[in-house]
């Protein structure tokens, strides 16, 4: 058995936002409701520093059918924030919790956010100060560890896999072109990998894909592009907006604002790449750079992400209100044919700044593919997505001579 | 009373793909099935060398259940081209005609596809060869001549609004970005115009306009999103990828491949309008290039441009049948509260080689906005589009002092 806390609880939303971030809030909102030790919801302004700030919406006094509707739109509702949070802010936050009788936090966001949230724990604890704090998982990177995948990728691939599908359509439209569709993800491949999902046939679209996790070498790319282009007469690349060549350099591409971050971040990736291609190969190279879109185009919504994302939110009041604290709530896969997934929990110290790479196995051994266990995984997690249809090979005999 | 025309007909894609190019194919072949006088309807493998070089696919044995499905699919399924069509080129084609006893040429393209339509009309009349010659338009960048719009436009417009109504949620979620994006359309304002369609309270994205129509001082850029910026603490800009500044030049974005086309085109605008915003404001600023994506997105598909460019390919198959020849299929928006419209026929003559500007008196008076007129026109075209929910605005009460 538990002790019952009574008090106010408080979700803030950390990082970029996804499809789904706001799903989790509608959980939380809906799990909330039915319970009788969380008195009140808020949500803070902004990110963490509404919480410093004490700038909340409060979500009780919301109305159902709007959260329902809010549930399915991208962004975050709440607003969110980036950037390092001070051991003054924590001490802040402290303040803000006992002055508002906060017993219960909850914190989505990515690993930055889990680190962050553990923090807040720690500093908790040694003020015997009574919250529970639980973390709530967020990424369209997919690179939280312990978690099977993380809300947010399931639509984010989704958008990528169609993205992919589409631009593979028009590529094949017209005579000779090469397409470079630069992908987020940072430096993780999860999303770029996710570029393969709607491939039927072969010479369907990407072409070639690959992940950041491992160099690539400007004269692999020239001659695996080469090589597509020979046999097809066309060639699409996925390619990731982090991916570097042998030297660790990005194909001469921009660096975007590498102050405000803290970690080195290029602004036209697939544009550089295209301009190498161009001038090396002589074939006329364009790329396509949808960037957040692939966050917040709400028409590829991932109902498996979205149910997802609302069952982390429930799952983390329900694991607070039995006391746990310092966690994080995970995805679990279930045995057996049919995908299924539960929720878990795994300790913020796990979590909290680590990065989980794209497996190297998954990685084909040219390096410019993924292997089929990656699409056993990912493809749950996107939804069903339908290749488009061709026209039967019925061809009309010729009557001139040439 | 017109000729009964008894023959082989023949469709050909030209130019770029669209979301609904394959959907007139549906209407042509639904047409033509129902027709005694056309015996065959051959569509040509990329473009009008397909024709040149006999190379057709025979539609008339296509699956019916399959041709449904393919007029809902982006990109051309006959597949299309690009490029100068020579003398020789048009001879030939007379030459095809004559093999495959081909008397009606359905040409489905922008205003150089009209061009080539036109000279092939005139070409068969010199040699007394008998042909019915039948445009039908198609182009997202909507700038051909004597049609209300063009088959096409609005799903591309679709596209746009909703792109940047989901890019307007993703800034509204993190704090002081600024977010350039890149819209397609040449030179030609239409489609950077539809990036309004979605906007519904003061404050939502886009925040600045820019159509290609009016040069861009580069101070006034500043000027404006300083303006916003300050206002809003965020700014969304949508540009046109031909966007000239008050020299006539591209804000330092690099020519995509000058020769191919035949018309001077940048490969990175938004970038290099990002970069100068960066370098100049010093505010953070990135851009996105959602590029061919919008026009083979398939979950934009506007169902009122699918029906009128299905529409449209029925109506130029009976032109055809009734015997009119040098034409292309044109849309006329019918009076009344309701949208509604009806095909009708222009002369090659009036649509070939011209560009149809954006409207100098839908742009707004300080050049960075569109006028409401430009909104009753296009929302029609696009379809609706709801714009995303957000939070009431309730808070709570601040408890400690500052």
């Given at each position: 058995m538990h002790d019952t806390l009574r008090g106010t609880a408080i979700l803030a939303h950390g990082g970029a936002p996804t499809h789904v971030i706001n799903a989790t809030l509608a959980g939380v909102l809906?799990?909330?409701?039915?319970?009788?030790?969380?008195?009140?919801?808020y949500?803070?302004?902004?990110?963490?520093?509404?919480v410093a700030g004490e700038d909340f919406f409060?979500?009780?006094?919301?109305?159902?059918?709007?959260?329902?509707?809010?549930?399915?739109?991208?962004?975050?509702?709440?607003?969110?924030?980036?950037?390092?949070?001070?051991?003054?802010?924590?001490?802040?936050?402290?303040?803000v919790f006992e002055a508002h009788q906060v017993r219960y936090f909850f914190y989505n966001g990515g690993n930055g956010s889990m680190h962050t949230a553990l923090r807040l724990?720690?500093?908790a604890r040694q003020k015997s100060y009574e919250v529970r704090v639980i973390g709530l998982p967020k990424t369209i990177d997919n690179d939280l560890a312990e978690t099977d995948h993380c809300p947010g990728y399931g639509s984010a691939a989704r958008f990528v896999a169609c993205a992919l599908r589409d631009i593979g359509a028009d590529n094949r439209s017209l005579p000779s072109p090469i397409e470079v569709v630069e992908v987020m993800g940072r430096d993780a491949g999860w999303l770029v990998a996710a570029s393969a999902l709607a491939r039927r046939d072969a010479g369907d679209a990407p072409h070639l894909i690959y992940c950041p996790e491992r160099p690539l070498p400007g004269e692999q790319l020239l001659a695996d592009v080469d090589a597509v282009y020979r046999k097809l007469g066309r060639a699409v690349i996925a390619i990731c907006e982090g991916q570097l060549d042998e030297e660790g350099q990005p194909f001469g591409a921009d660096l975007a604002d590498p102050h405000s971050f803290g970690y080195r971040m290029t602004s036209n990736l697939g544009h550089a790449v295209a301009e190498f291609l161009n001038e090396r190969l002589k074939v006329r190279t364009r790329s396509a750079k949808p960037r957040v879109l692939g966050r917040s185009s709400a028409a590829f919504l991932s109902e498996t992400d979205r149910d997802e994302a609302y069952e982390c939110g429930r799952a983390a009041v329900r694991a607070a209100i039995e006391g746990e604290t310092g966690k994080m709530v995970t995805l679990v896969r279930q045995p057996g044919a049919a995908y299924r997934s539960t929720t878990g929990l795994a300790a913020l110290e796990k979590v909290a700044a680590v990065t989980k790479?794209?497996?190297?196995?998954?990685?084909?051994?040219?390096?410019?593919?993924v292997m089929p266990q990656f699409l056993d995984y990912a493809r749950p997690l996107a939804g069903p997505i339908e290749p488009h249809p061709r026209l039967q090979e019925?061809?009309?005999?010729?009557?001139?001579?040439?």
């Open positions: 809906d799990e909330t409701r039915r319970s009788t030790e969380i008195t009140a919801l949500g803070a302004r902004n990110g963490i520093g509404g409060d979500l009780s006094r919301q109305d159902a059918a709007r959260i329902a509707s809010i549930g399915r739109a991208p962004g975050s509702v709440l607003g969110s924030s980036r950037g390092h949070v001070t051991d003054e802010d924590c001490e802040r936050i402290l303040r724990t720690e500093l790479l794209f497996p190297s196995e998954w990685i084909a051994a040219a390096g410019n593919d019925v061809f009309v005999e010729k009557r001139l001579d040439r």
